[in-house]
């Protein structure tokens, strides 16, 4: 009698060789973009519609047969769960242990998740298995990821991720929260799923730890799609700031919690949530800001007691300069302001320091002045670091540190010109990553400026970053075929030209953001 | 009020937190010779390993005391003109904190979202493990 024919490998193998076609397809999808056009959208969706519909029927006739005692079908079972759920494997078991090769072997057959972009997936992937390693970063791993990054062209989101990942490997931390967030920058682009989803979560889980959860609010609504993970978090965001109230919306956060992974280390934080949600506000820091003159009597700006010390006016000013990190409303630093121009005005305190500057022996500066120039320094300091802009009619002191400021934020815009604009003359080049960087780096520096000078700032800083910008961008585009950086630095631009009205911009602009990736 | 000591104030109230009089615990209208006597004396106690001369209190919290600290100190107040700005800076009683990590220690929250947020938030969802 002969042997019944084995058709499920054979079957497995055949979807394996078609997902490994797939894939090599996509790669020439990609270099498809090199064309000149816009691209259709990746098929890596076709190939993993293919491998499901092929290997979930094996794996239930390897399952049987395992239940049935043939363990000879459980390594056949486990190789097809890892073709079906090549990411989800990655990210529960291979980054958590660190093996970071094989997190890059098996994130190459995820053609859903990491579809068009299934290189940057895999070199992401490896990155963050190695920071989760235990022991001194691996330096040779770390070579050969970055060597498999700047091999990527066109560079897309998983890229950027992994250089962002490696940054955090050298404890570069603002460098990577800086790379993470210029994610969000590339057009909500099917290739820029994986990697925009991933970025969301991180960041709205570093805004969770914070408590600034209207910034977990504001992320998880205004990126799509969202992963289990940031959908969570959105929904956890919105309950601590209005409330889980009725049986929809606690149904809502129990789906996204039930579907969500690490149930057991959340639950306590879903059920506060439900529990006390949006009652005391948690984490609302920016809604209890500290208050410049929290203690009226003490902060009287006149002197206090006998000694004339301006008490109140020092008092609120440690306030505010030790206040947690976050926005800081102008309406609080025109008040300091306002308390130390009328302390330093004030007779009583100059009397005094006329009769300790005669009793010491300062006779040969004022030191009046000196103090005025410090709190100057400080209250530019505090503009600078909460990215806050002056109100209408700003008292004296807050009007000079303004100044200063703003005079400092142009400057480092036009630093940021200089080098891209130098290597354009000439016709020099780096990595697609570092000029992204450089990107960064000025989108970075030309917000902060606009954060301090408004519309004002924006109308004087525009059309020389517009021509920056744009050619760089033009060069990624033509020259070097990044159509996913040069795309989101257009789409970066666009509201830009939109807010200053410049029409010659706005219709270039369009048509190169129309130019797709 | 003395607690458990915060890393080098940075450069968010230095002016308050490194206020000389505070490193040598003297009130802004002593004399010249005070100023000499009591770094001498810290100096010594630091020098021999004295606890209660490693910290000292300012508003802001409790910060670590050093030798160059102290040395630090001791000449800004030597100059007259640079002391007189720091009499004006040290406005506020030291034993009186405003530092915020210096209230009651944090409530047992049993995993739950503290008040500030939820710090656990990165290590279940985030890049890193910590």
């Known amino acids: 009698m002969e042997a019944p024919l084995n058709v499920q490998p054979l079957l497995l193998i055949a979807a394996l060789i078609r997902l490994i076609l797939g894939v090599l397809a996509m790669s020439a999808s990609a270099a498809g973009d090199k064309a000149g056009h816009a691209t259709?959208?990746?098929?890596?969706?076709?190939?993993?519609?293919?491998?499901?519909?092929?290997?979930?029927?094996?794996?239930?006739?390897?399952?049987?047969?395992?239940?049935?005692?043939?363990?000879?079908?459980?390594?056949?079972?486990?190789?097809?769960?890892?073709?079906?759920?090549?990411?989800?494997?990655?990210?529960?078991?291979?980054?958590?242990?660190?093996?970071?090769?094989?997190?890059?072997?098996?994130?190459?057959?995820?053609?859903?998740?990491?579809?068009?972009?299934?290189?940057?997936?895999?070199?992401?992937?490896?990155?963050?298995?190695?920071?989760?390693?235990?022991?001194?970063?691996?330096?040779?791993?770390?070579?050969?990821?970055?060597?498999?990054?700047?091999?990527?062209?066109?560079?897309?989101?998983?890229?950027?991720?992994?250089?962002?990942?490696?940054?955090?490997?050298?404890?570069?931390?603002?460098?990577?929260?800086?790379?993470?967030?210029?994610?969000l920058h590339l057009a909500p682009d099917p290739r820029h799923f994986g990697a925009r989803a991933i970025a969301t979560q991180w960041l709205a889980a570093d805004a969770a730890s914070r408590g600034d959860w209207p910034a977990v609010e504001a992320l998880t609504q205004a990126v799509r799609p969202l992963n289990a993970e940031a959908r969570l978090l959105g929904f956890i965001a919105r309950g601590q700031r209005h409330g889980v109230r009725g049986a929809l919306a606690k149904g809502r956060l129990m789906a996204a919690w039930l579907l969500a992974p690490h149930r057991?280390?959340?639950?306590?934080?879903?059920?506060?949530?439900?529990?006390?949600?949006?009652?005391?506000?948690?984490?609302?820091?920016?809604?209890?800001?500290?208050?410049?003159?929290?203690?009226?009597?003490?902060?009287?700006?006149?002197?206090?007691?006998?000694?004339?010390?301006?008490?109140g006016a020092v008092a609120a000013h440690a306030r505010l300069m030790t206040a947690a990190d976050g926005s800081l409303p102008s309406e609080q630093l025109a008040e300091l302001a306002a308390v130390w121009e009328k302390a330093l005005s004030s007779e009583a305190l100059r009397t005094f320091v006329g009769k300790r500057a005669m009793a010491t022996g300062a006779r040969r500066v004022d030191a009046l002045a000196v103090t005025r120039a410090q709190v100057v320094d400080d209250l530019a300091q505090l503009l600078r670091r909460r990215k806050t802009s002056v109100g209408q009619d700003p008292p004296l002191l807050l009007a000079e540190a303004s100044l200063r400021v703003e005079s400092t934020a142009s400057a480092e815009v036009e630093a940021c010109w200089a080098p891209i604009e130098r290597r354009r003359k000439e016709g020099a080049e780096l990595c697609a990553t570092d000029e992204w960087r450089e990107f960064v780096a000025l989108q970075t520096a030309y917000a902060a400026a606009i954060a301090l000078r408004g519309d004002a700032g924006r109308r004087l800083l525009f059309d020389e970053t517009d021509t920056v910008v744009s050619h760089l961008a033009a060069r990624l585009w033509n020259d070097r075929q990044e159509r996913s950086l040069a795309n989101a630095m257009f789409n970066w631009l666009l509201p830009e030209a939109e807010a200053v009205q410049d029409e010659e911009a706005i219709n270039r602009l369009r048509r190169n953001v129309r130019g797709g990736l | 009020m003395s607690g458990t000591p915060k890393d080098a104030p940075g450069a968010n109230g230095a002016r308050i937190a490194q206020n000389p009089f505070?490193?040598?615990?003297?009130?802004?209208?002593?004399?010249?010779?005070?100023?000499?006597?009591?770094?001498?004396?810290?100096?010594?106690?630091?020098?021999?390993?004295?606890?209660?001369?490693?910290?000292?209190?300012?508003?802001?919290?409790?910060?670590?005391?050093?030798?160059?600290?102290?040395?630090?100190?001791?000449?800004?107040?030597?100059?007259?003109?640079?002391?007189?700005?720091?009499?004006?800076?040290?406005?506020?009683?030291?034993?009186?904190?405003?530092?915020?990590?210096?209230?009651?220690?944090?409530?047992?929250?049993?995993?739950?979202?503290?008040?500030?947020?939820?710090?656990?938030?990165?290590?279940v969802f985030g890049w890193r493990r910590r």
């Not at chain 2, 300012?58 to 030597?78: D, F, I, N, W």
């Open chain 1, 264 to 311: 057991w280390q959340t639950w306590a934080v879903v059920a506060q949530t439900m529990r006390t949600g949006g009652a005391n506000g948690p984490g609302e820091r920016d809604e209890a800001p500290p208050q410049a003159d929290a203690e009226p009597d003490e902060a009287d700006a006149g002197p206090a007691g006998e000694s004339g010390w301006p008490l």
């Open chain 1, 40 to 183: 259709s959208p990746p098929q890596g969706v076709y190939w993993a519609v293919l491998v499901w519909a092929v290997v979930p029927i094996c794996c239930v006739v390897w399952c049987l047969g395992a239940f049935d005692g043939d363990l000879s079908r459980v390594p056949w079972l486990v190789a097809g769960l890892l073709v079906l759920f090549p990411w989800w494997a990655t990210r529960r078991v291979f980054i958590p242990l660190g093996m970071w090769r094989t997190a890059y072997a098996v994130t190459r057959l995820s053609a859903y998740w990491w579809r068009g972009d299934t290189e940057g997936g895999a070199t992401m992937a490896a990155a963050w298995a190695l920071l989760h390693g235990r022991g001194r970063p691996n330096a040779a791993a770390v070579t050969w990821i970055l060597a498999r990054r700047d091999a990527q062209q066109p560079l897309r989101g998983g890229g950027l991720l992994a250089t962002a990942l490696i940054a955090d490997l050298r404890d570069d931390r603002e460098g990577m929260l800086a790379l993470t967030r210029s994610v």
């Open chain 2, 22 to 123: 505070y490193v040598l615990e003297l009130p802004s209208e002593c004399a010249a010779v005070q100023v000499e006597r009591q770094g001498n004396k810290l100096l010594a106690m630091l020098e021999l390993g004295f606890v209660e001369a490693e910290t000292y209190d300012s508003p802001l919290g409790t910060y670590p005391r050093t030798a160059e600290a102290v040395r630090r100190a001791m000449a800004e107040l030597q100059d007259p003109e640079r002391r007189l700005v720091h009499e004006l800076w040290a406005a506020m009683d030291p034993t009186v904190s405003m530092d915020p990590d210096s209230d009651d220690p944090t409530p047992e929250t049993n995993g739950a979202a503290p008040a500030g947020g939820w710090p656990e938030a990165m290590d």
